[in-house]
């Protein structure tokens, strides 16, 4: 809450205050409306192939966001932040982690989760633990299952009730082969977005445009998306080449669930990930790990395993940046001086 | 060929644009002898030099009138003949205040002998005397923090020195005053370069300029046409803070000064070029250090000008010789933008620190709400130290003092870079300082009750 002090002095009013005197001219604001600028793609991907639904979550879940903001900043006497976009982030991005058929109160209730309890109890923007919108999918996933697990709403394949990853778990689950091929053509829907899934996470070509933009722009680093990815990638490719009858081959797990919202939006949130490039390396790859853990491990119910990798490596941020603090312009030689008296 | 990139760099530092065109190509111009001059005791870093003169007194110019008291000091002379008119507190360009002594000058003074014999042939002279002139002349770190140049040129007997690196870089925006002097008077900076390296008995000379200022680093490598072969310009990617000492040495020579340590530790001195000037000119022509090179710039001034000026001219006539200030002045800062002092008034007079006058209008000096910490990281890949400014500016703001002291705060020396790239307008260099306070505080007072 600082603002520079008038200072009434003899001649001309000078305005004084602490060094730099000059700014980069970076603020909150303009990150967070870069982060909209960059899911721009993902929700014209989520208007096209599931229509009014999108439209529908979208605004249902940014208009609960922005006022519960608003009401929570007011009730704790704190001023009103729905300036800083942080809010309308969250509600864009809680939207897109919703299946289409979600009835629109439980979109609601996600959206007050997500602001009142996994944000402004914390103190609000920058104190929260945990990524607020997967922290209110998560609260959906659990209170919710059914309808956060049912996707015959999809405007294209209604013969199936299913994600591509739900689908493959089952058949694996049963000990039947995979139910389908990755040929061409099924990769090039994955890659466009035209399958079942929540409503913002199919497009793995519009997703990976906003993330373009946001490296473009420096809003974020590579290193998450790239480490994420690429443990993913790495994981697959190992069980494939293992036992190629029972796992599926890298692109599809690549292209499927919510891995490239995940790991180019969720997991660069700045506010709930590491602040240094090695920090962010080891969230990226602890990131990749637990959701191949939570995809392939047979046992296990659910088939998507993104939103929670996030959430746990989330819990450890503080750990991460702890251990991964620079090494201090000096320290090395100092110590070595020291060890020598 | 003497000029060639540095070969190494330091982790972290930011880009700010240099907002240099405005004065960089205009040459040093004599500033016209003011009416009146206010010459502080404490224009250097350590104890105020102590005045010998008593209100009423004549004194001629480069005279003594303040003498150095004790061991980190440096003398004061006077800039210009006169009559002092008063001794009094003044503030000074860095926020406090100290005992200063005011000159009525006398433009009609004939230009007397210098008041120290000149040492033309210093080359053969030895270093010792050499020193004992940079000591009478009042020579002080004239980059920014005044340290008494005497003092820092007599290392202890354990620590060789084998390296001198001339300061060039002039990595704050806005100031050309550094720039200017090599451009124009690179022999001397040069000469003055040479002397000091009799001094200090350093086998080699390093210099350093960032590399948007390559007419500089042209002249100054013409006027070391004759110099031995192992002197070098060494050109420094642009990028702040290339001019902080231990940065600078790493970026010249690899070297990594310890934590707590000093330049001499690793057989490095760094001298600002306008301090290598000043020796210049005290050892060649017996003139103490009494004038300098300032940039007065900004948006808020009517013609930005390179000064040459005396020492103790009062802001408002440094201003008003620029054409005066426009009435959109908002903020004036002495220094630089990234370090600089901002001042309440115009009423204060340049030291021998003072390499630049900003003038910022209203439109630059937006008022500003700082917000939480997003724990974005600029901070951290900006810090030239690799501290972590986020999470000491927190441990400030909780009066965590002991943590701020664990990660090291004292080593931060106040470059701003993180507070300049912080997206949530933090005061995080505000809150390094009260850390710093707080935990000098609190080592006096500990230090006291050892001795009681």
């Not at chain 2, 300029?209 to 002197?231: F, G, T, V």
Request: charged share 15%.
């Amino acid at each position: 809450m600082n603002t520079e002090q008038q200072n009434t002095a003899a001649g001309p009013e000078l305005v004084v205050g602490v060094s730099p005197h000059i700014h980069s001219g970076a603020s909150v604001e303009r990150i967070m409306l870069d982060v909209v600028i960059a899911l721009l793609p993902a929700v014209a991907a989520a208007l096209y192939f599931f229509g009014l639904n999108a439209a529908r979550l979208i605004v249902t879940c940014v208009a609960t966001c922005l006022a519960t903001e608003w009401i929570c900043r007011r009730l704790m006497g704190r001023n009103n932040t729905l300036g800083d976009f942080s809010a309308l982030v969250t509600g864009l991005l809680l939207a897109l982690n919703l299946p289409p058929g979600l009835p629109t109160w439980m979109a609601i209730a996600g959206g007050v989760f997500a602001i009142a309890v996994a944000k402004q109890v914390f103190g609000g923007l920058g104190y929260n633990p945990f990524n607020p919108a997967l922290a209110a999918r998560a609260f959906l996933l659990i209170s919710f299952t059914g309808p956060m697990t049912t996707w015959s709403a999809s405007c294209i394949d209604a013969t199936s009730t299913a994600t591509p990853l739900g689908m493959v778990k089952e058949a694996f689950k049963a000990g039947a082969p995979a139910p389908f091929a990755m040929d061409g053509g099924l990769t090039l829907d994955f890659l466009l977005g035209n399958m079942n899934g929540c409503i913002g996470e199919t497009s793995a070509i519009a997703l990976l445009i906003g993330a373009l933009y946001l490296l473009y722009r420096r809003v974020i680093t590579w290193h998450i998306p790239v480490a994420f990815i690429g443990t993913v990638a790495i994981y697959a490719a190992i069980l494939h080449a293992v036992n190629p009858a029972a796992s599926m081959p890298v692109h599809f797990h690549l292209l499927t669930g919510g891995l490239m919202l995940g790991a180019c939006f969720m997991a660069t949130d700045m506010v709930t990930t590491p602040t240094t490039a090695r920090g962010r390396l080891i969230f990226g790859v602890g990131c990749g790990l637990l959701t191949m853990v939570l995809r392939t491990v047979k046992t296990g119910a659910y088939p998507e395993g993104v939103s929670f990798a996030i959430l746990i490596m989330n819990a450890f941020t503080p750990l991460i940046n702890r251990a991964t603090r620079h090494r201090i312009f000096g320290a090395a030689e100092a110590a070595k001086r020291e060890a020598r008296k | 060929m003497k000029v060639s990139p540095a070969p190494f760099l330091f982790r972290g530092g930011i880009h700010p644009p240099d907002s240099k065109t405005a004065t960089a190509a205009l040459p040093l111009k004599d500033l016209p002898l003011p009416a009146r001059l206010e010459v502080s005791t404490s224009q250097h870093l350590g104890a105020p030099a102590a005045p010998c003169v008593a209100v009423g007194d004549r004194v001629t110019a480069g005279q003594l009138i303040a003498k150095a008291s004790g061991f980190i000091s440096a003398n004061v002379h006077a800039p210009a003949a006169g009559t002092i008119a008063a001794i009094r507190e003044a503030p000074t360009p860095t926020g406090r205040t100290a005992t200063a002594i005011i000159i009525e000058t006398d433009a009609d003074a004939p230009a007397g002998e210098p008041p120290y014999k000149p040492i033309p042939d210093w080359r053969e002279q030895a270093p010792r005397s050499l020193l004992d002139r940079v000591a009478e002349a009042g020579i002080v770190g004239m980059g920014g923090a005044g340290f008494p140049t005497h003092v820092k040129l007599s290392p202890p007997g354990d620590k060789p020195i084998d390296t001198l690196i001339l300061n060039g870089a002039e990595c704050e925006p806005f100031l050309n005053s550094d720039n200017r002097l090599l451009i124009e008077r690179a022999e001397q900076v040069w000469e003055g370069c040479q002397i000091i390296r009799r001094i200090l008995g350093a086998g080699t000379i390093r210099v350093a300029i960032e590399d948007n200022k390559r007419e500089a680093a042209k002249a100054l490598a013409a006027a070391m046409e004759s110099a031995p072969d192992d002197a070098h310009i060494h050109l420094l990617k642009t990028l702040y803070p290339q001019g902080s000492e231990k940065q600078q040495i790493y970026s010249v020579t690899g070297r990594t000064v310890p934590m707590g340590g000093l330049p001499m530790d690793v057989g490095c001195v760094v001298e600002n070029v306008a301090t290598a000037y000043a020796v210049w000119d005290a050892v060649v022509n017996g003139r103490p250090l009494t004038a300098r090179a300032i940039t007065v710039t900004g948006d808020a001034v009517n013609t930005p000008t390179n000064w040459f000026a005396p020492v103790g001219t009062s802001f408002a006539d440094l201003v008003a010789a620029s054409g005066g200030a426009r009435d959109n002045l908002a903020k004036l800062i002495a220094g630089g933008p990234m370090m600089g002092f901002a001042l309440p008034s115009l009423e204060v007079a340049m030291s021998k620190t003072s390499s630049g006058l900003l003038l910022f209008p209203r439109e630059c000096v937006r008022p500003y709400r700082s917000m939480a910490c997003i724990n974005c990281g600029r901070c951290v890949e900006a810090c030239p130290l690799g501290l972590m400014p986020n999470e000491l500016s927190q441990a400030a703001e909780a009066d965590d003092i002991d943590e701020a002291e664990n990660r090291h705060v004292m080593d931060c020396f106040e470059c701003g870079a993180c507070a300049y790239v912080c997206p949530a307008r933090r005061p995080l260099v505000q809150h390094m300082r009260r850390a710093k306070a707080v935990i000098t505080q609190r080592r006096r007072a500990a230090a006291q009750q050892k001795k009681t």
